[in-house]
Nanobody, 124 residues
Framework: QVQLVESGGGLVQPGGSLRLSCAAS????????IGWFRQAPGKEREGVAC????????YYVDSVKGRFTISRDNAKNTVYLQMNSLKPEDTGVYYC?????????????????WGKGTLVTVFS
């Protein structure tokens, strides 16, 4: 059984940084991609970044390129999201999920398993 547990959310001022962690267990070879998603209040959930566990390919949506970095430690079965230069519009609940396919470099499909999320609030 695949389980994903996020941590690392919190309150931060604009321009600040946070590092989120996604601890995974029960992964199979089908679960090669692990992605980060976020949902702001009143908005739909959107993909943020994704990483392949096998070849370390990474993918980002345009709004976070140059500010966020996704990485993974396969020995710890953990995927990280380093978030720098945070903006108020980055506020939301951040989820990690398994990802089957990435299309066009920034569209994530086939999210079979989700964590429960961690809240990030960027306020001034």
């Amino acid at each position: 059984q695949v389980q994903l547990v996020e941590s690392g959310g919190g309150l931060v001022q604009p321009g600040g940084s946070l590092r989120l962690s996604c601890a995974a267990s029960g992964l199979t070879p089908e679960n090669d991609g692990i992605g980060w998603f976020r949902q702001a209040p009143g908005k739909e959930r959107e993909g943020v970044a994704c990483i392949s566990r096998s070849d370390e390919s990474t993918y980002y949506v345009d709004s976070v390129k140059g500010r966020f970095t996704i990485s993974r430690d396969n020995a710890k079965n953990t995927v990280y999201l380093q978030m720098n230069s945070l903006k108020p519009e980055d506020t939301g609940v951040y989820y990690c999920a398994t990802v089957r396919t990435v299309v066009g470099g920034n569209q994530f499909y086939g999210m079979d398993h989700w964590g429960k999320g961690t809240l990030v609030t960027v306020f001034s």
